[in-house]
């Protein structure tokens, strides 16, 4: 099987953040999405941002255009949350973002009414049912395909950190988790989900789709949901393991994050390295330490076992990796990485809240206040 990757820029930036639909008054999800899609299917025809559905009917999800930079991507999304406010607001609607809803029921909601959504569920049944799960993904332009396996493998070193960053999902159902992303467990229940197999070299995508779809497994290259994988239409490397951030500007920082790496790594290729990939039994429990445990993780960065605290590693990556951000544009984003570091992430702001006030509703409130003062999509 031949498998075309679409010519894209090398270190453009796509993004990609769900959002749900909630209740202002309750902060229970609301199942709305296909009304407020019809509302703003009037959105200009040459806006580079769209607004789509999702799996289920209680979230929307924005997309940027091609950036050639963190912040014009990040632009394009910023305009698509104002055209979005613009019909929510009236309609009674809140929005917020973060990898799980503190207490919604996964049997309250409703499937999209999509071909590929009820085939999902059929298959997967009651995972698939379980999935009220939301994340963010970033793309990042490739110029040549032999080169996206090496990256995505070298790359994977770095998922604890970006998951960690991201991490938002705390509460499952109206129960506290003691983990920090629960949503990197649930979602990697799904087939073709979860840690991207070890493979060499495009061919070996391409003979692995021929296997996936000759067995009925996939249909295409889109239902390999790996936390990052070859996103051969669009001609990126797309990252696909952070949760749904609850603010665009840590958006903006782990966009950031994952193009700087991507651009670091491809210069290494360039300069006739070979990367470094450390066995997949590393990559498994480093994405288990940082589900449970956040900015908080040890991860493990090398194949010899070397361990370091993520805190203290993305401390130092900012500081080396600081004059490629300035390269591509994407300094100021880069650098509030360190705002995340001092601030805490979301699943732990999330779970002072709980503690401070002893109800999940509030928890949702403050998703929904963070979501609205965001300085960069406030107003």
């Given at each position: ?30 199942d ?7 509302a ?74 999509k ?19 939301w ?11 032999r ?56 061919e ?18 889109t ?8 996103a ?10 952070c949760?749904?951030?609850s ?114 509703r ?18």
């Amino acid at each position: 099987m031949t498998i075309l990757f679409a010519e894209s820029a090398r270190s453009t930036v796509g993004i990609e953040w769900e959002i749900m639909l909630a209740d202002p008054m309750t902060g229970d999800l609301v199942d709305r999405a296909p009304q407020l899609l019809t509302a703003l299917e009037e959105q200009s025809a040459d806006a580079r941002h769209t607004v789509t559905g999702e799996l289920l009917t209680n979230t929307i999800e924005v997309t940027s255009g091609v950036g050639e930079t963190v912040a014009q991507a990040v632009g394009d999304i910023a305009a698509a949350i104002a055209e979005v406010r613009a019909a929510t607001e009236p309609a009674g609607i809140a929005l917020l973002s973060a990898g799980s809803h503190p207490f919604a029921q996964w049997y309250d909601q409703r499937v999209t009414d999509k071909t590929r959504y009820h085939t999902l569920i059929e298959r997967t049944q009651w995972w698939g049912r379980n999935m009220m799960i939301w994340g963010i993904h970033v793309h990042v332009g490739v110029e040549d395909k032999r080169k996206v396996i090496p990256l995505i493998n070298a790359l994977s070193t770095y998922l604890p950190h970006l998951q960690a960053l991201s991490a938002s999902s705390p509460f499952w159902a109206g129960e506290r988790t003691g983990y920090a992303s629960n949503r990197a467990l649930v979602f990697q229940q799904l087939p073709t989900a979860g840690l991207p197999w070890p493979l060499r070299t495009w061919e070996d995508f391409e003979s692995y789709l021929d296997d996936m779809q000759r067995t009925d497994v996939t249909a295409d290259a889109t239902e390999v949901r790996w936390d990052i994988r070859p996103a051969p239409r669009w001609g990126t490397i797309e990252v696909r393991a952070c949760d749904g951030m609850s603010t665009l500007h840590e958006l903006a920082a782990v966009a950031a994050l994952v193009q700087v790496l991507v651009e670091q790594l491809s210069r290494q290729l360039d300069d006739g390295h070979t990367l470094e990939v450390l066995p997949p039994w590393f990559h498994r429990e480093n994405k288990w330490r940082a589900a449970r445990y956040g900015l908080d993780a040890t991860a493990i960065i090398a194949a010899d076992g070397t361990q370091r605290p993520v805190r203290q590693h993305l401390d130092a990556l900012v500081s080396e990796l600081a004059p490629i951000a300035d390269d591509l544009g994407c300094g100021t984003e880069f650098a509030s990485i360190r705002t995340i570091l001092q601030d805490g992430a979301s699943y732990a702001r999330q779970l002072a809240v709980a503690d401070a006030s002893g109800d999940l509703r509030a928890v949702v409130q403050h998703l929904i206040d963070e979501f609205r003062s965001d300085r960069l999509i406030s107003g």
